[in-house]
Each structure stands twice: as C-alpha cells, then as structure tokens.
C-alpha cells in the first residue's frame, strides 16, 4: 500500500535544532512515522521535548550539538552509529542592515546555515554512503530565491541560497551511493521568532498581505513534507526543493 511508503519502523532520524519550533514539529512527525528519533541542539530545551515525546510512547532521546563545530559532529556521528535520516534543521537570522552588519556576525550566520549543514551531512553522509542508503533533507528558506521585504538580512538570505545549493550538489555526487539530498524551504511560518516579528505592523502587512494564502504555515505543515521526503515516498526524489510558502514566491 502506498501509506506503507511513509512509515519509518526501524529507521533512526537525527534532527538538529529539533529542540523547539519547526524542528521539534519533524523529530515528532518522524518518530510518529516509527523512527527512533535524536534531537541535536544546544538549546537544553531539546531534553524535554525528547522526554515529551516518550510519555507518548514515542522514540526520542537529546544530545547536545553545535553544529558549528565539526569535531562535536564527527564525535555524535561515531556514538549514535548508523544513521538513515539526517534533517539539518539549526539555523539562525540576524536582522541588521548590510552596511551595519559586523564581521562577527556574517560569520556566524554562515557557521549555523551553512557550514553546520555540510559538517552534519559529511559526518553522517559518510555511513550512508557506506551502507549505500540515505535521506538527507536541509530546511533553507524561500528567502534563498527571493528577497524579503522589509526586513534586512542579507546574510540570512545569502545563507540560504547557499544551502540549496550545496542540496543540489551533494545530491548530484552522492546518488551513486544511494544517498538522497533534499531541501524544504519554507515561507513565514508560525514559530515564536516568526510571531515577534508579525508585531511589527509593517512586517506583518508585508508578510501576510504577499502570501497569496493569506496566513502563515504551521510548523506541522512543514514536518509532513519532512516525513515526505525521508520516507520511501519521495524515492525518486534528490536534488529537489520544496518550497513551502503559501505561494508568496509566486508573484
């Protein structure tokens, strides 16, 4: 049956960021699709969300992670041992005008967004290659195809083409080995940083009133298209990106 292609029994899933918002709503969906589930964050949150799920009967445990840095991932990659799904989910946004953004912070930007994507998708890339099956999937942001209005963040923005790029290219070069990369890139959804800024009324005008939907995604929306893509639903599927925006790049 096809519903049968969405189930994960047996499978283990690392989420990084799956501590709160956005992230925690796809270790949730995984690990209700059957898979053990690893929330990797450095927000202590993560433990108790892990320990939410499991009064529901569900696979989950936290690990702290900074992505940022390389020898921490090798070093979780080695301890959870084989790994079939991998969602690089961490990530952070400054808003600071170009002109005023520091160097520190551009930097920093690009530690989390990018070079914690590739960190996580070698480490873990690695055993899947070896075992020749996979599913990467990378949350980017539509604001890797387009550029926001009104806020500033050029960095955020340049980040995030960035990591639809990489998507493609680790997709590219690793279909031989079995290893599907995919990204989700999603528009104004209803996280609590996405809800701070709805009350800045010109935000909120912008956001709301160019999503042809008309109101932001919720956090679970975006998980199903995780579940999608981690599954052997989506088996046909690498390089992709789904853009998941209320049709706000449409125009």
Known sequence: MVLDKFKLNGQTAV??????GIGLAIATALAEAGARV????LDPQGQKSAEHLQA??????YHSLDVTHSSQVEALAQTLGPVDILV????????????????????QVFNVNVHGVFWCSRAFGRGMAARQQGSIINIASMSGRIVNRPQP?????????????????????WAPFGVRVNAISPGYIGTKMTKRGLQTPEWRQDWLGLTPLGRLGEPEEVAA?????????SSYLTGSELVVDGGYTIW
Not at 15 to 20: D, H, I, K, L, S
Not at 153 to 173: F, G, I, M, P, W
Request: aromatic share 4%.
């Open 15 to 20: 989420v990084t960021g799956g501590a709160r």
């Open 225 to 233: 298209c995780a579940l999608f893509l981690a599954s052997e639903a």
């Open 153 to 173: 963040q050029a960095a955020y923005n340049a980040s995030k083409a960035a990591v639809v790029h990489l998507t493609r290219s680790l997709a590219a070069e």
């Open 56 to 61: 529901q009967g569900l696979q989950a445990e």
């Open 88 to 107: 690089n989910n961490a990530g952070i946004c400054r808003n600071t005008p170009a002109l005023e953004t520091p160097d520190e912070e551009w930097l």
């Open 38 to 41: 690893v929330i990797a964050d």
